[in-house]
T-cell receptor, first 115, second 109 residues
Framework: KAGVTQTPRYLIKTRGQQVTLSCSPI?????VSWYQQTPGQGLQFLFE???????NKGNFPGRFSGRQFSNSRSEMNVSTLELGDSALYLC??????????????FGNGTRLTVT | SQQGEEDPQALSIQEGENATMNCSYK?????LQWYRQNSGRGLVHLIL?????REKHSGRLRVTLDTSKKSSSLLITASRAADTASYFC?????????FGAGTILRVKS
């Protein structure tokens, strides 16, 4: 079974621009979660989608948004980029969501650098 | 905010030695999970222990859970250089999986 695929692997953007990251979950997984990882804040939960519906959202500004398609693929968008948005963005899929006794399967992330 | 806190922050051992990492959390949980992350890569799920379980094994990994103390430990026996990574505990908090800050393990060969 193919793992979770995230594209692109690396991105360099300028302050004020917007960016879209993509995630293809493991086949059959209906839950997709997004995390931001930085050296200072660690892993911070962004949001989770299940069957095209946002089920939960973390404490991030409205510049961070996401969506999930009918094939469970997910995208997240960050508008008006700030320097502090530089981070490793991780996508994870699971059958039911990590808090339902269902482990998360992570992609290798998208490394976003904002200059 | 982080639900789980790992201890120590960093650990350096010789190949063949055992490594123990601890995780403390604040609120009641349904399950606790441990993940490993190699540098710059995604996290890999290691083991999940439910709140009604006290101990679980997977290969060279042993996880214990003490819900009365709100703590868990991960033991890696006979460590190898390939075990060098960051290790995170994660707990279900508020309908999401919340990760601790992690323990950086370095195994010297």
């Amino acid at each position: 079974k193919a793992g979770v695929t995230q594209t692109p692997r690396y991105l360099i953007k300028t302050r004020g621009q917007q960016v879209t990251l993509s995630c293809s979950p493991i086949s059959g997984h209906r839950s997709v979660s997004w995390y931001q990882q930085t050296p200072g804040q660690g892993l911070q939960f962004l949001f989770e989608y299940f069957s095209e519906t946002q089920r939960n959202k973390g404490n991030f500004p409205g510049r961070f948004s996401g969506r999930q398609f009918s094939n469970s693929r997910s995208e997240m968008n960050v508008s008006t980029l700030e320097l502090g948005d530089s981070a490793l963005y991780l996508c994870a899929s699971s059958l039911a969501g990590g808090y339902y006794n269902s482990p998360l399967h992570f992609g290798n992330g998208t490394r976003l650098t904002v200059t | 905010s982080q639900q789980g806190e790992e201890d120590p922050q960093a650990l350096s051992i010789q190949e063949g030695e055992n490594a123990t990492m601890n995780c403390s959390y604040k609120t009641s949980i349904n399950n606790l999970q441990w993940y490993r992350q190699n540098s710059g890569r995604g996290l890999v799920h290691l083991i999940l222990i439910r709140s009604n379980e006290r101990e679980k094994h997977s290969g060279r990994l042993r996880v214990t859970l003490d819900t009365s103390k709100k703590s868990s430990s991960l033991l890696i026996t006979a460590s190898r250089a390939a075990d060098t990574a960051s290790y995170f505990c994660a707990t279900d908090g508020g309908n999401k999986l919340v990760f601790g800050a992690g323990t950086i393990l370095r195994v010297k060969s």
